[in-house]
């Protein structure tokens, strides 16, 4: 049992070690929070957990090898670039007004942030490298350990660790957000915007040269 509970603690220091490191997900989770306040951070995450679990049954299922190929890591890189690069784009370029962004209806307010994680996890190879690596070294540690009850403690390890990184990232965005007005509001998007295109690109070229 304090085994289990070790390695559930350490499944979380892990995650909490890759939540940390700026990324995609990160630059959306700021920009959202500011738009949309402190549900955004834990909306973004369930978006996250989304492909995760997805990711986690094509794992068990048998397709672990294709996940982390050559040929998967170069399709990935370059259309996951791209898609980045135009959510940059299109950030960099929003004129809207702090209370514009707001108003939005209450279908983009809720799924909006859930789609950003969605996107911000599949368009990052690296995200899929980690899973093929990493992850699916803790998921069969843990099924080895406790089977089943040990491949849950590492996903709630890790879902924890995501979840506690990124809402209180949201937390603080969305406090800021509070004293921020228009013209400050619009120099973030650009930097989050700036940062999504940069990260974009590295992600085409990186992995086209490896």
Same mark, same amino acid.
């Given at each position: 049992m304090i085994e289990t509970i070790l390695f559930i603690a350490t499944s979380f220091l892990v995650g909490l070690s890759g939540s940390i490191v700026p990324g995609p997900m990160l630059t959306v989770t700021i920009s959202e929070s500011i738009k949309k306040g402190f549900k955004a951070g834990p909306l973004?995450? @369930? =978006?996250?957990?989304?492909v995760e679990i997805a990711l986690i049954i094509a794992i068990l299922a048998g397709l672990g090898?294709?996940?982390g190929s050559k040929i998967a890591s170069l399709v990935i890189g370059f259309v996951g670039g791209s898609v980045l690069v135009f959510m940059g784009i299109s950030t960099a370029k929003s004129q809207k007004s702090l209370s514009e962004a707001s108003k939005n209806d209450t279908m983009n307010q809720r799924y909006g942030s859930v789609v950003g994680g969605v996107i911000t996890s599949i368009s990052n190879p690296y995200f899929f490298i980690w899973w093929a690596t990493i992850g699916c070294a803790f998921m069969l540690k843990g099924l080895e350990l406790a =089977? +089943? !009850? =040990? +491949?849950?403690g590492f996903l709630i390890g890790h879902w924890s660790a995501d979840l506690s990184w990124y809402? +209180?990232? @949201? !937390? !603080?965005?969305s406090r800021g957000s509070k004293i921020m007005n228009d013209r400050s509001y619009r120099t973030v998007m650009k930097i989050c915007g700036a940062f999504l295109i940069v990260l974009g690109v590295y992600f085409i070229i990186s992995t086209q040269m490896n």
């Open positions: 973004v995450v @369930s =978006g996250h957990i989304m090898w294709i996940i =089977g +089943l !009850f =040990g +491949l849950f809402s +209180l990232v @949201s !937390f !603080f965005s």
